[in-house]
C-alpha cells in the first residue's frame, strides 16, 4: 500500500519557520521525485518544491525559492521541507508527493503519481 503521511503543519507568525515531514511508504523514494505541493480554497494546487532522490537536486518555485529548503532521506523514506521567514501568502495545506520528474510536479499544474492529505499551515501576523 503506497501512503504518504505528512506531519508538522500548525499555526506560525509571520516571519517564523515551520519544518514540514512527510513518511513515506508501500514505495521506494529513489524511484520517484518527491515534491511538496500546497493549496489554498478556491485555487489550484500549485508545486512548491521538488527533490531528485538519486542526485539530491532540490527545484524551488519562484515564490518561495531563497526561503525554503526541501530534503530527503531515502534510507528512512522521509521527505522534510524547511520553511523560513514564513509569509502570509504561504497559508495553505501542505502535501507530499511523488512524480516521475520535477517538471510533473513544479511545471504547471501538479501532476502527481501519488500525494497525501496534506498538514495546514496557518501564518498569521
Known amino acids: 500500500e503506497v501512503q504518504l503521511v505528512e506531519s508538522g503543519g500548525g499555526l506560525v507568525q509571520a516571519g517564523g519557520s515551520l519544518t514540514l515531514t512527510c513518511s513515506a511508504s508501500?514505495?521506494?523514494?529513489?524511484?520517484?521525485?518527491m515534491g511538496w505541493l500546497r493549496q489554498v480554497p478556491g485555487k489550484e494546487r500549485e508545486g512548491v518544491a521538488c527533490?531528485?532522490?538519486?542526485?539530491?537536486?532540490?527545484y524551488y518555485s519562484d515564490s518561495v525559492k531563497g526561503r525554503f529548503t526541501i530534503t530527503s532521506d531515502n534510507v528512512r523514506n522521509t521527505v522534510t521541507l524547511r520553511m523560513d521567514n514564513l509569509k502570509l501568502e504561504d497559508t495553505a495545506n501542505y502535501s507530499c508527493?511523488?512524480?516521475?520528474?520535477?517538471?510533473?510536479?513544479?511545471?504547471?499544474?501538479?501532476?502527481?503519481?501519488?500525494w497525501g492529505n496534506g498538514t495546514p499551515v496557518t501564518v498569521s501576523s
Open positions: 527533490i531528485t532522490n538519486s542526485r539530491g537536486t532540490a
Open positions: 508501500g514505495f521506494r523514494l529513489d524511484d520517484y521525485v
Open positions: 508527493a511523488a512524480g516521475p520528474n520535477p517538471l510533473t510536479l513544479l511545471d504547471g499544474t501538479p501532476r502527481p503519481n501519488f
